[in-house]
């Protein structure tokens, strides 16, 4: 191909780099005419301890004000299950737990606010009322311990999808987060019995989210899976090289299978700078983290608080993503897979810094200011913002219905 035409190709691909000015209203406009979906939050480790999402906080990233605030339509709260459960053998009855922090602690206690979505068709009818479509996301395969009834029992509490390994490596499917852990006993990717979990939740029409997989567990996942699969809170490992992040080569697999990568907010996800200046590339710092994995093996909720401490105390000043970092990564997703295969899924309350211009949820319309600024057309926007992972759930949900 000649020169000229891959110029003209890429400009066509990524909107120019130039800024254009826009108005607040204009920004609202758009805004407001989007159904933002984020599709990661770890607040339900707070109010599982009893703390009410309902008032406005000093701390943490998210609660109903700041929710409003930022025109947030719908939310996939993380049923999230730590994986010293796995290891006491309670880890299905903590994702029961964290389950119903969603459906009683922030849905039940605030239906004036809230209301739960099983549906791609729940989330714009929720949205329309004016309400926020509240949805649940079992983070960790772990919680389903080795059973497919488990796996039914999930969905039918409302868990639309399950996030393969958490940061450990489970019975059926290897994790990014300890590969390189010789105590670990690793599957080389999925078991056959992590391919039945695989069709049985293209069967029930559950979304397969492979955010913290190891490479070979995703590409056993990609050619497992009948249905689009997703990551709900990865980015890109071209703009920061970390495990967690997906190579260009994935983030191409998974637009040709229909998906979409939900971009996440961390500091360290969206920019090599803070990617290097991490306590989790110092060994001393490993090892600090490794004293306190086993003095409160037994205690996660305590184990969760002093990882806090750690970084806040020892790391609080290292440098922070700018909003232009996230932004980059859309432009990245979109230059090499399309605009129809980007999406948002903050981990809100699960990092530790988040951009310059993105400190919690109610500054989500400087994302789309940003990309307006960018060049961004407002159809486009409405697709990054949650038309895409719209469209994911609801080709996951026909899939179901074609194999029942």
Not at 101 to 113: K, L
Not at 152 to 164: N, Q, V
Request: aromatic share 6%.
């Amino acid at each position: 191909m000649k020169p000229l035409v891959c110029l003209l190709l890429l400009a066509l691909a990524v909107p120019a780099l130039a800024q254009r000015k826009v108005t607040d209203d204009e920004v609202r406009r758009v805004h407001q005419g989007a159904i933002v979906i984020d599709t990661h939050s770890d607040t339900t480790s707070r109010t599982v301890d009893g703390w009410n999402i309902g008032e406005r906080s000093e701390t943490g990233h998210m609660d109903i004000p700041r929710m409003k605030e930022g025109g947030l339509g719908a939310e996939f709260f993380a049923a999230y299950v730590g994986a010293s459960y796995a290891k006491s053998g309670r880890a299905a009855h903590r994702a029961l737990e964290m389950i119903d922090t969603i459906r009683f602690d922030i849905v039940g206690r605030h239906p004036e606010t809230f209301e739960l979505a099983l549906t791609a068709a729940d989330i714009e009818r929720v949205h329309k009322s004016g309400k926020i479509a509240a949805l649940i996301g079992v983070e960790g395969g772990h919680a389903i311990e080795n059973d497919l009834r488990i796996l039914r029992g999930f969905y039918a509490l409302g868990a639309r999808y399950l996030t393969l390994t958490h940061s450990n490596t489970n019975d059926w499917a290897d994790s990014s987060g300890d590969l390189d852990d010789p105590k670990v006993p690793h599957h080389n990717g999925l078991t056959d019995f992590g391919r039945q979990v695989i069709a049985e939740m293209n069967r029930l029409g559950m979304m397969v989210d492979i955010a913290h997989v190891s490479d070979k567990t995703f590409w056993d996942a990609l050619a497992a899976s009948r249905a689009p699969i997703f990551s709900s809170h990865s980015s890109c490992r071209a703009l920061s090289d970390i495990p967690r992040n997906m190579t260009d080569e994935m983030i191409s697999a998974v637009a040709k299978k229909g998906g979409v990568v939900q971009l996440n907010f961390g500091s360290d996800f969206l920019s090599q700078k803070v990617a290097d200046a991490s306590p989790l590339r110092s060994p001393a710092a490993m090892r600090k983290l490794q004293e306190l994995e086993e003095k409160y093996r037994d205690q996660p909720q305590q184990l969760a608080e002093e990882r806090k401490r750690f970084f806040r105390e020892n790391y609080g000043k290292r440098p922070r993503a700018a909003l232009d970092d996230l932004i980059a990564n859309v432009d990245h997703i979109v230059k090499i897979a399309g605009v129809d295969y980007v999406g948002l899924g903050s981990d809100f309350d699960g990092v530790s810094s988040l951009p310059v211009g993105l400190d919690d949820v109610s500054k989500l319309p400087n994302i789309t200011r940003a990309l307006l600024e960018r060049g961004y057309s407002a159809a486009d926007i409405r697709k990054i913002l949650g038309g895409n992972l719209l469209r994911v759930m609801r080709e996951v949900e026909r899939v179901s219905r074609e194999a029942k």
